[in-house]
């Protein structure tokens, strides 16, 4: 668990109950979930400290974002590196150092400016989402994505889509244009992700 807010932590609890799985948080995120009170299976790892489990070297790693100790995640098995971003508000340099080398990326694609700009949230709320600790818009994602690319990302997904103020179009288009001005052949797929679908299975 990344973090705690609501869209994260809400279903964790039936989650472990259903699959009899883990949960894996930091200690300040585990004190400021109410969704994680008397949660069973409850494994704590330490901010920018790998651990492992089972065959998957997992790296949580620190990101600006308006909760109480918000990281990102990502998972290597052998030669292979997944590297999961959404929530933050901003790029910082060890984002990008953690992230670099990833073979499969899902990364946010939260808001799109002037969708934001026009949508029907309250003008507090919109600052919150741009501001630096709220969501990346396509743009700031689209330049981390440009900073991400090299020959073995063979995939990204866009996540975390606001559906009130963003435009599966605009982020798929900006992205596909960040993929084909690395390279005309490059073997980048992407994928969209969906609140209420599941998004394509990929194997590797
Ligand atoms: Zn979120
Ligand atoms: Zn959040």
């Known amino acids: 668990m990344t973090h705690e807010h609501a869209d994260h932590a809400q279903g964790i ?20 979930s109410k969704f994680l009170d008397k949660a069973d299976n409850l ?47 901003m790029v910082v340099p060890t984002v990008i150092e953690a992230l670099k080398g990833s073979n499969v990326l899902v990364l946010e694609f939260n808001h799109d400016l002037e ?32 900073q991400l690319l090299h020959p073995g990302l063979y995939h990204v997904y866009l996540a975390h889509l606001s559906q009130a103020n963003n435009s599966y179009e605009i982020a798929h288009l900006m992205a596909s244009h960040a ?11 992407l994928h969209l992700t969906w609140q209420n ?7 590797v």
């Open 179 to 189: 993929i084909r001005e690395f390279s005309q052949d490059a073997v980048t797929s």
């Open 43 to 89: 494994v704590e790892f330490q901010t920018n400290e790998p651990f492992q489990v089972r065959d998957f070297r997992i790296l949580p790693f620190s990101v600006p974002h308006d909760a109480a100790d918000t990281v990102c995640f990502t998972l290597q098995v052998e030669e292979w590196k997944v590297g999961i971003v959404t929530d933050l508000g």
């Open 13 to 32: 609890k039936s989650i472990t109950r259903l699959y009899g799985l883990p949960c894996y948080t930091n200690e300040k995120t585990r004190k400021a």
């Open 197 to 203: 679908y599941i998004s394509p299975v990929i194997t």
């Open 115 to 146: 969708l934001l700009e026009k949508g029907p949230y309250h003008t507090s709320l919109k600052e919150r989402i741009r501001g630096q600790y709220g969501h990346l818009s396509n743009h700031d994602s689209t330049l981390l994505l440009k």
